[in-house]
Every structure is written in C-alpha cells, then in structure tokens.
C-alpha cells in the first residue's frame, strides 16, 4: 500500500473539526505535523511569548485570536509569518480577581501605533480587526490599516480614546467597510460623522456604535441620513447634546433594524413618535433612561409592522394602559421594564401583557 499524498491526508484533514482530532492527526509524524500545520486556518494563542516558535508552522493562518495582552513585537511576528491573515481579534478579556483588570472598562497598553503598522504592512487581507480598549493605539494605528486593508469589513476601536476625527478621515475611504464600532471613543466630534456620512464609507456601513462619544451634536447625528444601507446604529449615553432634532432624523433612515438610544436625556415622545411613524423596518429599540419618554410616545407603537423588541428600563412615565395597548402590536415579541415598576403594574395588566409577548424585567 502506498503511502498517503498531501492532498488524501489534506481530504481528510477537512473532516476533522475538532482541535483535539487535529492534534492526534498531527502527532502521528512529522510529515502529519506539517501538513496540519499548512492546512491550520484559525489559532488562538494564550502565551503570546510562544509565537516565534509556533507561527512558522502555520504560514496558512487566516484568523488569530488572543485573549492575553500582545506586544508591538508580537504582531510585528504575526505580520512576518501570517501574510494570508484576515480576521485578527485581540479583545482581551481580563479574568475576575486579577489585581488591576477587575474593571471591564480599563485600558490596556500592551500594543500601540507601531505595532499595528507593522500588522498592517504585513497582513494586507485584513477583513475583520479587533482592538478594543488600547490606550496607544491612536489616528496613525487606524490610517495605515485603512490604507493596507482595501478588504476592511469589521473595525472594532471600542475604548481607544485617542482615536480623533482624523482616523475617521480614513475610515471613510474604506470602500467596504460594513462594521464599526467607536464606543468610549470620546475625541470624536460631528467632523468624524460627517466624514463617515460623505464618504465610500456611506454606501457600505451597516453597524455604527457611537456609544458615549459625548461630543457629537444633533448636526453630526442628522448626518448619518446620509449613511444608505444603516441597519444597525448604538447612541447610548451620547450625552445632552444630541437631542430630538437629531434623534427624529434617524427615522428617515429606511433600512434601519437596531437602534439604541439608552440614557439620552433630552429623547422625548417625538423622537419614539417619528420613528414609529417612519421606522418601518426598525425590529428592536432601546430606550432605558429615557424619562421623559410618555404614554404619547409609546402608544404609537401599537401599530408598527415588524418591531419585536421593546426595552424601557427605567423609563417611569409610562402607565399600565400603556404597556398593555402597544403590546397589542402583532409584531412585538418582547417588552423589557424596569423591575421597580413590577410591584406598581396590576398582576392581571402583566398577566394581560404576557398574553401578546414576553415580559421581561431589568
């Protein structure tokens, strides 16, 4: 019998989904250690130091994941051995109890702008790059991934706050660019929005997350109009100057799915009118904190043709009535309040409530 070819054992290889049946396939000898190794396309590293000696066995690695801090120098190394790379997601996770990353609102500073360059020249078929909450990683990171990844679909620069108007410049001529997340990105200003708005960036973008970038305004909000395809879009704790001006735009914006509008202090009845008026296609809405949301508001959303979610946490100017006519909408599947009106809200209203979809408590 002869022996098996690289493209038999690499058939086989393809049926071997499990990483423990991949490990057993590469232990045999070392011509199955090698083949296992050309025909990895996904590691994820936990001892960043290992990776000069793992990376050359997998020349063939499109996704890498590490949920430990990495070093410039690490993905100066990724870049050199992985140029086929497309999806890189360093989202590090800090486990409970370590001394100095019990906050999951911390900022790390493991990696900065050179490291990133230096993925960005290496890995030009970058389609998906994750770097939440890096304190170095600034507009000059940002640029030169923008300018190497012409494939760029998903940025995730969630918590990087010194990222600054100028790196949206850039993003704004990623021609595909359908996933971007800004939250905690507080220098960012109604000039970033305008350059999202106006830019290749405006016929690609599905989901933008704004959340507590506090210094936009109702004229850099109004702007994303512009945006054709938005399906999805986070204003959660967008401070008191994005107001009902802007908010009411929004609803103009036909494709719109999700939209989050928690703890926006200055959203009225208006805005929750104006998009139960023109949101057509919107499926799930949030508006925890938003007092001054009433029964006028809610009430339109009775009739609304496709919404299925409906969160109002801490929202207490809302009357049992109320929650009991708009959950006569047929589309509506689930309503979440705020567990402190459970006790004020009449078994039988609640009992009602559930008779049309889910009740939840927050």
């Given at each position: 019998m002869s022996p098996l070819g690289d493209d038999e054992l690499g058939s086989v290889l393809k049926w071997l989904c499990d990483g423990n049946d991949r490990k057993s396939f590469a232990q045999v000898c070392k011509h199955w250690l090698r083949l296992e190794g050309l025909t990895r396309s996904f590691i994820r590293i936990l001892e960043p130091d290992s990776l000069p000696?793992?990376?050359?066995?997998?020349?063939?690695?499109?996704?890498?994941?590490?949920?430990?801090?990495?070093?410039?120098?690490?993905?100066?190394?990724?870049?050199?051995?992985?140029?086929?790379?497309?999806?890189?997601?360093?989202?590090?996770?800090?486990?409970?109890?370590?001394?100095?990353?019990?906050?999951?609102?911390?900022?790390?500073?493991?990696?900065?702008?050179?490291?990133?360059?230096?993925?960005?020249?290496?890995?030009?078929?970058?389609?998906?790059?994750?770097?939440?909450?890096?304190?170095?990683?600034?507009?000059?990171?940002?640029?030169?991934?923008?300018?190497?990844?012409?494939?760029?679909r998903h940025l995730d620069l969630g918590g990087c706050n010194l990222i600054t108007d100028e790196a949206l410049e850039a993003i704004s001529g990623v021609i595909c660019i359908a996933g971007l997340s800004l939250e905690g990105c507080c220098l960012i200003t109604d000039r970033g929005l305008s350059y999202l708005a106006s830019g290749s960036s405006s016929k690609s973008l599905k989901m933008l997350i704004l959340t507590e970038c506090d210094r936009i305004t109702d004229s850099g909000v109004r702007l994303l109009q512009k945006i054709h395809h938005l399906e999805e879009l986070n204003l959660a704790e967008c401070g008191p100057k994005v107001t009902d001006t802007g908010c009411s735009a929004i609803a103009e914006i036909q494709t719109l799915r999700k939209l989050n509008l928690s703890w926006m202090v200055n959203v009225s009845d208006a805005t929750v009118i104006a998009l139960?008026?023109?949101?057509?296609?919107?499926?799930?809405?949030?508006?925890?904190?938003?007092?001054?949301?009433?029964?006028?508001?809610?009430?339109?959303?009775?009739?609304?043709?496709?919404?299925?979610?409906?969160?109002?946490?801490?929202?207490?100017?809302?009357?049992?009535?109320?929650?009991?006519?708009?959950?006569?909408?047929?589309?509506?599947?689930?309503?979440?309040?705020?567990?402190?009106?459970?006790?004020?809200?009449p078994t039988t209203t609640q009992d009602n409530i559930s008779r049309f979809c889910e009740l939840h408590w927050r």
């Amino acid at each position: 019998m002869s022996p098996l070819g690289d493209d038999e054992l690499g058939s086989v290889l393809k049926w071997l989904c499990d990483g423990n049946d991949r490990k057993s396939f590469a232990q045999v000898c070392k011509h199955w250690l090698r083949l296992e190794g050309l025909t990895r396309s996904f590691i994820r590293i936990l001892e960043p130091d290992s990776l000069p000696t793992i990376l050359p066995r997998f020349p063939n690695i499109r996704k890498f994941e590490s949920p430990k801090l990495v070093t410039d120098h690490h993905l100066q190394i990724l870049a050199q051995f992985c140029p086929k790379l497309e999806v890189i997601n360093l989202n590090f996770r800090p486990k409970q109890g370590i001394p100095g990353y019990s906050d999951e609102s911390s900022c790390f500073e493991d990696i900065g702008d050179d490291g990133v360059g230096a993925l960005a020249a290496g890995c030009s078929r970058l389609s998906e790059v994750s770097l939440r909450r890096r304190r170095n990683i600034g507009n000059d990171g940002v640029i030169s991934i923008c300018s190497s990844a012409k494939h760029l679909r998903h940025l995730d620069l969630g918590g990087c706050n010194l990222i600054t108007d100028e790196a949206l410049e850039a993003i704004s001529g990623v021609i595909c660019i359908a996933g971007l997340s800004l939250e905690g990105c507080c220098l960012i200003t109604d000039r970033g929005l305008s350059y999202l708005a106006s830019g290749s960036s405006s016929k690609s973008l599905k989901m933008l997350i704004l959340t507590e970038c506090d210094r936009i305004t109702d004229s850099g909000v109004r702007l994303l109009q512009k945006i054709h395809h938005l399906e999805e879009l986070n204003l959660a704790e967008c401070g008191p100057k994005v107001t009902d001006t802007g908010c009411s735009a929004i609803a103009e914006i036909q494709t719109l799915r999700k939209l989050n509008l928690s703890w926006m202090v200055n959203v009225s009845d208006a805005t929750v009118i104006a998009l139960a008026e023109h949101s057509k296609n919107l499926v799930a809405v949030d508006f925890t904190g938003c007092e001054l949301i009433t029964e006028a508001g809610i009430r339109a959303f009775a009739n609304h043709r496709s919404l299925e979610g409906l969160v109002l946490a801490s929202c207490y100017n809302i009357c049992a009535d109320d929650l009991e006519y708009t959950a006569r909408c047929k589309s509506l599947r689930r309503i979440v309040l705020d567990r402190g009106l459970r006790m004020w809200i009449p078994t039988t209203t609640q009992d009602n409530i559930s008779r049309f979809c889910e009740l939840h408590w927050r």
